[in-house]
């Protein structure tokens, strides 16, 4: 147990932090630095980087195949639930009752497939995007440098109001740039269809 300990240690402190350190130097010398030189606004630095993941969501969506697979789950559900709805014209009552329930039983298990991959595939399409972006862009827009830079930890701040709102955080811009984006690249794509 002390060596598998030992292994995983070495693992996440000697591989995947270094890694992750590395990628995210590596991003914010190309998204971060060209944005402050250029004097642009943290919230647009976040509204960019909503934008450009969403994009990049939708990249990987296409290179997955998510709607062929989709569509040829359907296709093949469909014909058979057609194969198993000719069991009716079975005279025998038992035979007709077993058929069933062992297609059923595979229909089910087509499904249940289907489905653990239907969403393994829209984790890695959306989730791990955002969340590996977010964990990113809160480390560089910290509160503690949102105070530094603009007096306040918010990227966006609002005036005083009754709800008591003082501002727009980093993640709040970051996901409604991104579902924004999403929703525009999706009607784009289907006005292109």
């Known amino acids: 147990m002390e060596t598998l300990n030992r292994l995983l240690d070495w693992l996440y402190f000697g591989v995947v932090t270094p890694l992750f350190r590395g990628i995210g130097w590596m991003l914010s ?6 944005l402050v030189w250029l004097h642009t606004p943290i919230w647009l630095h976040v509204a960019l980087l909503g934008t450009l993941t969403a994009v990049f969501s939708l990249q990987i969506r296409r290179l997955l195949g998510v709607e062929e697979k ?3 789950f359907n296709a093949m559900f469909a014909e058979k639930r057609r194969r198993q709805q000719n069991l009716q014209f079975i ?17 089910n298990h087509d499904f249940n497939t289907y489905l653990a991959n239907h969403y393994a595939r829209y984790v890695t399409v959306y989730l791990l995007p955002v969340f590996l972006t977010l964990a990113w862009l809160n480390t560089i827009f910290s509160d503690s440098f949102l105070r530094h830079a ?6 966006i701040g609002l005036p005083e109001n009754r709800f008591d709102i003082q501002g727009l955080t ?24």
């Open 29 to 34: 010398l190309v998204f971060i630095r060209p």
């Open 70 to 72: 989709v569509a040829k």
């Open 91 to 107: 005279p025998d009552k038992y035979s007709r009752e077993a058929l069933y329930h062992v297609t059923d039983d595979e229909l």
């Open 150 to 155: 603009v007096g306040i930890p918010y990227a």
């Open 170 to 193: 980093v993640t709040a811009v970051f996901l409604l740039a991104y579902i924004v984006s999403l929703m525009v690249g999706f009607f784009v794509k289907r006005k292109l269809r």
